[in-house]
């Protein structure tokens, strides 16, 4: 009732809020002797009121906000709590998918799960105006036989073959498994884990929003190997900086510049270099690969991180999109 009031108090008097609050409660239903005994005495207390006034959350900046709350003490007492509570977080990560870190965040601090939430709200705030026109066609062929005249005109057709590859080669930069890693091993002692993880992500997504506004205008048939060029080079400077978490999320905003655009270009040229009739099961098998690598660079990333450290197994990936640059210039 005090944070209600304190949120109008020019326009109500505390009388006039507690007497709105009781034709409320009596319209519900509840007795005049109930309203009488919870009101007696009732007054407002100006230590509430200004408390609610000064709430860090919106009278500080991020940045500031961020190294008030984020101390060595809280990032001690959530490990424990990560510790005492094992069991309970485990049990809910396998029946709810709840992670155990993210839990512990919130707990302690709510900025892991505001910006997650805010990121979310701007997401869907972009995507609701978009509408998909998708035009239904009706197939009279046995699935089987689909499935085998996809894979028939998917194996014939190597400049297809050559498309899917390349496409794949996105997959690359599945980074979650480096970014997540990088949170543990070398961030923790300076910021939160879920924190630096919901941060770099953030900070990934935005340059993937951004990077086609600018790249798509530029991008084309004829320069696309030095994209791939430069989407390599962009993840070594990367691997360079991950020792330090404010450095390496400037450069991690540029790997994530160019990854969507050469994803939604390399995309389009595999629609354009197949057969409507063919279309929807090339795309499928394209998810198949392009998955598939998604998968081969985490188990690369989980296997090789500890023997040769997170920098030199950003180094490889970079230097795959090398390899995939010349393969473009020699093939296509």
Do not use: C
Not at 14 to 25: K, N
Not at 72 to 78: Q, T
């Amino acid at each position: 009732m005090t944070s209600a009031y304190a949120n109008d108090t020019t326009a109500h008097s505390f009388e006039s809020f507690l007497a709105d609050i009781r034709t409320q409660a009596s319209s519900q239903g509840v007795s005049a002797i109930t309203l009488d005994q919870a009101f007696y005495g009732l007054t407002p207390n100006p230590k509430v009121i200004k408390f609610d006034r000064s709430q860090a959350e919106f009278s500080q900046n991020f940045w500031r906000y961020l190294g008030s709350r984020v101390s060595p003490y809280r990032l001690k007492n959530g490990k424990k709590l990560l510790q005492e509570h094992q069991a309970t977080f485990q049990h809910n990560y396998q029946k709810y998918g709840v992670p155990p870190h993210i839990v512990v965040a919130f707990w302690g601090t709510k900025i892991a799960f505001i910006i997650d939430a805010l990121f979310f709200v701007v997401a869907l705030l972009i995507f609701l105006p978009i509408k998909l026109e998708i035009p239904i066609q009706k197939h009279t062929d046995n699935f089987f036989t689909m499935l085998k005249d996809g894979f028939e005109y998917t194996k014939n057709n190597s400049i297809i073959i050559k498309m899917i590859f390349l496409h794949a080669t996105v997959g690359l930069t599945s980074f979650d498994t480096i970014i997540t890693l990088l949170a543990n091993w070398q961030y923790k002692e300076i910021i939160a884990v879920p924190l630096a993880i919901g941060i770099s992500n953030a900070v990934r997504a935005i340059a993937l929003m951004i990077g086609p506004m600018v790249v798509g205008k530029i991008i084309n048939k004829n320069n696309i190997d030095i994209f791939l060029i430069l989407q390599g080079i962009f993840i070594i400077i990367w691997g360079m900086t991950q020792h330090n978490f404010y450095i390496s999320l400037g450069s991690l905003f540029f790997v994530g510049f160019l990854t969507s655009t050469i994803w939604s270009y390399t995309y389009a040229l595999l629609q354009e270099k197949t057969e409507t009739k063919f279309l929807g099961r090339v795309l499928a098998y394209n998810e198949m690969i392009f998955m598939a690598t998604n998968v081969a660079t985490s188990l690369f990333i989980g296997f090789f991180a500890s023997i040769i450290g997170l920098s030199f197994v950003s180094y490889i990936i970079g230097s795959m999109f090398f390899v995939s640059a010349i393969w473009y210039k020699k093939y296509f």
